[in-house]
């Protein structure tokens, strides 16, 4: 098995020996160039929450990639809907939908440039949007929580039900981004508070504020770097404990960040990952973080850092 160097093109079973290479640790240089290869050229993750992921798959077998981002409006709309969008183009003499989408757009932006509708959200009541973020985000938990345990333990299920399941996990990633991107960026007013929580699994971040909280302690989970850093100008909590691998910026990055600006140098920083010990040992003289705790934790392993609270 070779990689090609225009085009990936897989047979189903050679998908599945490195798909079954990757899950049996037996990861191979070729294995790791091909990853490689898929995200320098896709942007996207081969490997997510230690699941090898369905558009690693495709790009295998040599099908297409879509981008998300870029993707036809019209693939997420009914049928119902679309009928109605060709009878308004077809009286209207609207050439195309995006042409449509395009004109709605900008009519709903001249409509809307003056109105209260777009008032500034950082004047929405804080309670109110942490009630809109629990109600989306609570049953999205569930369903990405539940479609990736039936993934984990897929061998009896038939391609077509996987297939299918796998969409449902990777919509829901993309859900959650889209819901996290929308609501956790609206700028509220900032109020101090014990921990900052950088992490990007909620339900990891539930489990340790519930935690600290039940101790009296305030804490504030912040599921991305960029926004961890935006809030460092304003926010200057007695602890941080920070999560390596994140969506945006890696968390050896951010503690450098932190640890080389004068104003906040002397925020202790712990390292929370489920990296290897080995390799969070290697790092942290490199980034100043004065400690670490690993995953899957025990609320035991938090005792060192209550001599900062």
């Not at 998908?15 to 191979?28: A, R, S």
Request: with cysteine; charged share 30%.
């Amino acid at each position: 098995m070779t990689v090609i160097s225009q085009r990936v093109e897989y047979t189903e079973e050679e998908v599945n020996e490195i798909v079954k290479q990757y899950q049996d640790g037996e990861v191979t240089e070729e294995i790791k160039q091909l990853m490689e290869r898929y995200e320098t050229e896709t942007g996207k993750y081969a490997v997510w929450r230690s699941i090898v992921t369905e558009g690693f798959r495709k790009w295998l077998r040599g099908e297409k990639i879509y981008d998300r981002n870029k993707e036809r409006v019209s693939l997420y709309v009914s049928e119902e809907t679309k009928e109605l969008w060709q009878q308004f183009i077809d009286k209207n003499n609207i050439s195309t939908f995006s042409k449509l989408i395009r004109e709605s757009v900008k009519k709903f932006m001249e409509d809307h440039k003056n109105s209260s509708d777009l008032r500034d959200l950082s004047k929405i009541d804080p309670k109110t949007i942490s009630q809109i973020s629990h109600t989306l985000k609570e049953p999205l938990t569930t369903i990405k929580g539940f479609s990736q345990l039936l993934l984990q333990n897929s061998n009896d299920l038939n391609k077509e039900i996987k297939d299918t399941i796998q969409n449902i996990f990777d919509q829901s990633i993309m859900l959650e981004n889209r819901i996290v991107k929308f609501l956790d960026n609206i700028k509220l007013k900032s109020s101090d508070y014990d921990i900052m929580l950088i992490e990007d699994d909620l339900a990891t971040i539930r489990l340790i504020t519930s935690y600290f909280q039940n101790k009296g302690y305030t804490v504030n989970g912040i599921v991305s770097g960029a926004k961890a850093l935006e809030e460092l100008k304003d926010i200057t909590p007695k602890i941080i404990l920070l999560d390596i691998i994140l969506p945006d910026i890696s968390g050896y990055e951010i503690c450098k960040l932190i640890k080389n600006d004068k104003d906040l140098s002397e925020i202790p920083v712990y390292l929370l990952t489920a990296i290897t010990s080995s390799e969070v040992r290697e790092r942290i003289e490199e980034i100043r973080a004065d400690g670490y705790i690993l995953k899957p934790f025990d609320f035991s392993d938090f005792s060192p850092i209550f001599k900062y609270l």
